[in-house]
């Protein structure tokens, strides 16, 4: 490699601009290590506090009080001396913590003494017929453009799924003055039994009970019809002047009724999942978490992988939310300073213990969120006609077929059919493909596995990599 394009030496990389990232860069460099927080967002927030360095007060009202608790973490950030690459897309980290990165079209590294990941939460696959339709966004992409740029529906939304978001989006629209067509719960009443097994720890974490309460009561306050036990949701397609097909309406059945909701946009969403692609591609170890139905890291006390010098912090390392990110980041922090002989042991478990407190405090609620907020088997694992990869426009009937033929995993499903090998690289199929293989196989989706992540986690062009 030209001289010019040597590795950077740093103590610390963090990836990812969140709570997590702003916490980890924050103590590693208050320890006095050289850190850098890299992102490919132009301001700090990651997406829970995405653009909260220029929210105004009437968008902070909108966003709620706990949107706004994300300047505090930003300004100790800001403060703390951590170098902040902006616009920046990690598409490699190395088992030896290289870290490499495009910015303005050129190519960068870092050779780091540890890194820290902080890449958070993607949202869950939400695989119905039509849900591929324009029109139809995740309510995690629509609030993202409503923290951003303060867009919002030009007509009554649709609101479908389960989980806090769904009800979180939907206070906020009717904050923010936007009318809801409806929202449509897929909770049901096996699930509100199922999550009553952990009401105990869950009333130990009262206020965020009560923040879910006070947002179901705003909505129906508001008029907004609710459909509860929802099933059999599929998207109606309509053919407009242009010949294209558009989403029309939203069909589903409660109690057996069946009912259509007339809408040009309909939000879907089902829960978040880790961000797991740049612990895949590092081939470190995970496991399949039965209660998020998802794959997670395996991690020590501090967040470290099994992969020497190399952390993860937040959503990434298991669904928490942004206090627990926070939290996580802040220990992260201080195992890397203690690892690298800028803080005593004894001095970082005296500060850990109370953080450590903290996140056993805000982790209480999870059990009873994970059970009531359960995603249905036939919401995760789609009917035959329904297109499963996106990109490469793959059925679930068609990946079926494939293990009919001895496809036992994912990576044979890119063999078979292409599935995963889109722009995405996965991310929006992952999780599906890994149960529909699963559930046709009847194996454990821990025995079916996920697809092998490979550098570039993101697109890169020929050109920009030669640049180097």
Request: glycine letters at 10%; one cysteine or more.
């Amino acid at each position: 490699m030209a001289a010019d394009f040597a590795p950077e030496a740093v103590d610390v990389v963090v990836v990812g601009a969140g709570p997590a990232g702003m916490s980890a860069a924050t103590r590693a460099a208050r320890a006095g290590l050289k850190t850098v927080l890299i992102d490919e967002q132009d301001a700090v927030g990651g997406q829970i506090y995405r653009a909260i360095g220029r929210a105004d007060a009437r968008r902070k009202e909108i966003l709620g009080p706990d949107y706004a608790a994300g300047a505090a973490i930003a300004d100790a950030f800001a403060a703390s001396g951590a170098r902040h690459l902006t616009n920046a897309t990690v598409w490699q980290v190395t088992r030896e913590r290289g870290v490499n990165y495009l910015k303005d079209g050129k190519i960068g590294s870092f050779d780091a003494q540890r890194v820290i990941l902080a890449s958070g939460a993607l949202e869950r696959p939400f695989p119905i017929p039509g849900w591929t339709l324009p029109g139809v966004l995740t309510a995690g992409a629509a609030q993202i453009l409503l923290k951003s740029a303060g867009e919002v529906p030009a007509a009554p939304p649709v609101l479908a799924g389960c989980g806090p978001l769904l009800y979180l989006l939907g206070w906020q629209y009717v904050r923010a003055g936007v009318p809801i067509r409806a929202l449509v719960d897929t909770t049901r009443h096996e699930d509100r039994w199922r999550a009553k097994r952990h009401m105990l720890s869950a009333l130990r974490a009262w206020p965020f009970l009560s923040k879910g309460l006070q947002l179901i009561r705003t909505l129906r306050d508001a008029g907004v019809p609710i459909f509860e036990a929802a099933d059999d949701l599929r998207v109606e397609a309509r053919v407009g002047a242009d010949r294209v097909e558009r989403a029309a309406a939203l069909h589903f059945t409660t109690q057996g009724k069946a009912h259509r909701l007339e809408a040009d946009v309909i939000l879907l969403h089902q829960g978040v999942v880790p961000n797991t692609q740049f612990t895949q591609a590092l081939r470190a170890a995970h496991r399949w978490d039965d209660a998020q139905l998802c794959f997670t890291p395996q991690l020590d006390a501090w967040g470290e992988l099994d992969v020497p010098g190399i952390f993860v912090a937040g959503d990434g390392a298991g669904i928490g939310g942004a206090q627990a990110a926070a939290l996580q980041g802040t220990l992260a922090g201080l195992a890397v300073a203690a690892q690298l002989g800028a803080l005593p042991a004894a001095a970082r478990d005296a500060e850990a213990a109370a953080h450590r407190r903290a996140l056993a405090g805000v982790m209480r609620i999870r059990p009873f969120l994970d059970s009531l907020y359960r995603p249905r088997d036939v919401n995760r694992i789609p009917r035959d006609e329904t297109i499963v990869c996106r990109c490469e426009e793959v059925t679930a009937g068609e990946l079926r077929k494939f293990v009919g033929l001895g496809c036992v995993g994912p990576n044979q499903a890119k063999s078979f059919g292409r599935c995963g090998m889109g722009p995405c690289q996965g991310r929006m199929c992952g999780l599906t493909v890994t149960e529909v293989i699963a559930d046709a196989r009847r194996v454990s989706p821990a025995e079916v596995g996920y697809y092998r992540i490979r550098p570039p986690i993101k697109p890169l062009t020929l050109g920009e990599l030669a640049g180097e």
